[in-house]
């Protein structure tokens, strides 16, 4: 494999790039008229305007990414993640085209991205899985029924649903009919899909997810867990890896459980088995995403193992290099991603010009990011800007190095979640992990972060001083009147 196409844009088709570059392959972008100067497409090696702004005249057009794959030759296409990565009629007409879908194959995509049938596929490998139905629901009596059999507070969940999109909790019977309605309109407006099915919701619940890699050749890895419970939304803002709160049998359990489901699904390439933990500790089977996942850099930080590039050698068909006893966890990481977002506003979007962008360089800080100063923010796609990544040798260090990280960042223009994420490391129940999917809910406000931020700006206000002394300490010129050099100067 020479070239790649990376059907994707920001950090993310920046980041598949200089993996590829590193391997010595070629690679393409393709753009949006207002993304015609954006970092992927300067550091591609070729280039092609797909279209006009809204994703569905670009990096949402099937036809018109496998017309440029063929264009330039690429032998692979790479879809990052969101638009095309998990739709399996696209990775069929990639490779109805001669060229490799750089990700599983289409029917593991299309048995995963039904939640029915991915519970109904591993079923037989005994992994545990909430009470709830194995089929659609419909009906409001039937609907009733498995209510009381479950016992409130149950989950309404569309089958082809993520993101938290057509999903509704019903805490009593009352409720059950009007939110069933919305989750099933919802369903439909959002995925072309009403179908819903119930199952019990866990009140205080931390999700999970354990990364998965395979082969063509039937081999089987995991690489530990990732903690995702700081969400709002139902979409996560923060995930470290790895968790504060599990130990070594049920990292093994959990992890035995996510190679179970990859198999179940015939499943090839770097994948993401979700799991629900309860306060007990139990886990239940929630779903698998099928691509990379956004928050991947922290497993790569405790491995060591570039996912990017083991996702390009099992499309090249290579049989995994790595044995699961070879991988051990390596410190702790923790990512924040950096929305254009205001957190004092409901995190709404804030879209405007990045009149500042910048991030002193440290050790153990990784940024990926899909902008540079002097840019401005696009409303027609996902708000995020940047993930910023710290690694260290043990959970509070890690914590303490992502708050530098925070202080030294700046950012004029827009509104972030730098605020939020330096609020989370803050928090006390986030500092001794006793958290859940709830923390928004119990901790935070806009009145909290207001505290959070001027504490925040006391700190960066020390810290610039510090920094100020230190310089001015190595620039001053010592006074002496010998000095024949100092006085030939001022002649």
């Known amino acids: ?8 844009r920001g950090e993310i088709a920046l980041r598949v790039m200089k993996t590829s570059r590193k391997m010595g392959i070629k690679t393409v972008a393709v753009y949006s008229d207002i993304d015609r100067n954006a970092p992927h497409v300067l550091y591609a090696d070729q280039a092609y305007r797909i279209g006009g702004n809204a994703s569905t005249e670009s990096y949402l057009d099937m036809d018109k990414i496998i017309s440029v794959a063929k264009e330039t030759q690429s032998e692979g296409i790479h879809p990052g993640y969101g638009f095309l990565s998990e739709n399996a009629e696209f990775a069929s007409k990639v490779e109805e085209n001669g060229i490799t879908f750089i990700g599983p194959k289409p029917n593991a995509i299309r048995l995963m991205g039904s939640k029915l049938a991915a519970k109904e596929a591993v079923k037989k490998f005994d992994i545990p899985m909430l009470p709830g139905t194995d089929e659609a629901v419909s009906d409001p009596a039937e609907a009733r029924e498995v209510a009381e059999w479950i016992g409130y ?23 059950l009919l009007s939110q069933m309605k919305r989750a099933i309109s919802e369903a439909e407006s959002s995925f072309g899909d009403g179908s819903v099915f119930i199952e ?83 886990f239940y089977f929630l779903e698998m995403n099928t691509r990379l996942q956004v928050e991947h850099p922290v497993t790569e930080m405790i491995t060591g193992i570039d996912l990017v590039e083991q996702q390009i050698k099992v499309a090249r068909n290579e049989v995994l290099s790595i044995r699961q006893d070879q991988i051990k966890i390596k ?161």
Request: net charge negative.
């Open 200 to 282: 019990k919701y866990i009140t205080s619940p931390r999700h999970i997810e354990i990364q998965v890699l395979a082969d063509n050749h039937g081999n089987v890895i995991h690489l530990f867990e990732r903690e995702c419970s700081i969400q709002r939304r139902h979409q996560k803002v923060v995930e470290e890896a790895p968790s504060a709160i599990l130990d070594s049998e049920l990292r093994q359990k959990m992890g035995e459980a996510a190679v179970h489901v990859a198999h179940a699904c015939k499943y090839s390439g770097a994948g993401t088995v979700e799991f629900l933990l309860d306060e007990a500790k139990n």
């Open 153 to 175: 507070p149950v989950l309404i969940k569309a089958s082809a649903g993520g993101g938290g999109k057509g999903m509704r909790i019903v805490y009593e019977e009352s409720e």
């Open 331 to 491: 410190g702790h990481a923790i990512e924040l991603r950096i929305y254009a977002e205001d957190p004092m506003n409901n995190f709404l979007p804030s879209v405007g010009k990045l009149e500042e962008y910048s991030l002193e360089e440290s050790e153990g800080v990784r940024l990926d990011s899909g902008y540079y100063e002097g840019m401005t923010i696009p409303i027609y796609y996902d708000p995020m800007i940047a993930k910023l990544v710290c690694h260290a040798s043990s959970r509070i260090e890690a914590i303490q190095k992502l708050k530098d990280a925070i202080l030294s960042f700046r950012v004029k223009g827009v509104e972030t979640t730098l605020p939020f994420g330096y609020f989370v490391c803050e928090n006390e129940a986030f500092r001794t992990g006793d958290f859940d999917t709830h923390f928004v809910n119990k901790y935070f406000s806009p009145e909290a972060l207001q505290s959070s931020d001027e504490e925040l700006s006391r700190v960066a206000a020390k810290l610039a001083i510090r920094a100020w002394i230190s310089q001015t300490d190595k620039l001053t010129v010592a006074k002496n009147s010998n000095a024949a050099w100092f006085n030939s100067r001022h002649l």
């Open 1 to 8: 494999m020479k070239k790649i196409l990376v059907a994707n």
